[in-house]
């Protein structure tokens, strides 16, 4: 009986502390690295981020000299570059939240090209030198030649400071915002900054 009556008050106060810790998890919301790891598990699972795409457009001209007689070709080819983001690399170490200042510091993987997906259609050759062409298989290399050139080409043009500045701050402010949407929706009053892992 004694037993019984030493053991009713500390159950009451282990579900009074039970309670008070409930209440302040409701009142509070969820923990932030609660949701900052669920946001970052949701972008692993997208696996890419495509977060900026351009046209760009090559022009290259190629000749051939045998027989002495001459030919030449111009490629004017278009194509699209998109600037990725590997999503799936993204680790926890990547997350620095700081609870003082109420910020999350997200590291980002480098910044990676693909492409160029070429615009059969919008594709323009003009020729000159038809006899070469026809004695010989010079077509077949200018046509090689200019394929190749038009390629580098456009991955250069990619590759420019405008357009990489612009894919970089569409990246950032794109992983930003998927940090900082699913804190505010927790009623997380926090900053979200991201950056590149060759900016640090």
């Not at 009713?8 to 790891?37: H, K, N, Q, S, Y």
């Not at 000159?128 to 080409?153: H, I, P």
């Amino acid at each position: 009986m004694r037993l019984l009556a030493m053991a009713l008050p500390i159950a009451f106060i282990a579900l009074v502390w039970w309670a008070v810790v409930e209440l302040r998890a409701w009142r509070d919301g969820p923990a932030p690295e609660t949701v900052v790891a669920a946001s970052l598990k949701g972008l692993q699972e997208q696996t890419v981020l495509v977060p900026f795409t351009a046209r760009y457009v090559a022009v290259v001209t190629s000749k051939q000299q045998r027989l002495g007689l001459a030919a030449q070709k111009t490629l004017i080819m278009p194509g699209t570059v998109r600037y990725e983001i590997d999503l799936a690399s993204l680790r926890e170490d990547d997350l620095d939240w700081r609870p003082d200042t109420a910020t999350l510091t997200v590291t980002l993987p480098p910044l990676r090209l693909a492409g160029p997906d070429i615009d059969i259609d919008g594709i323009r050759e003009y020729r000159d030198g038809e006899v070469l062409m026809l004695l010989t298989n010079a077509e077949d290399r200018l046509d090689d030649a200019n394929r190749a050139a038009a390629q580098r080409e456009l991955l250069a043009q990619a590759r420019g400071p405008v357009p990489l500045r612009l894919a970089r701050t569409a990246a950032i402010r794109a992983v930003e915002q998927s940090f900082a949407m699913p804190l505010r929706a927790a009623g997380l009053d926090a900053r979200v900054v991201a950056r590149f892992r060759e900016d640090q």
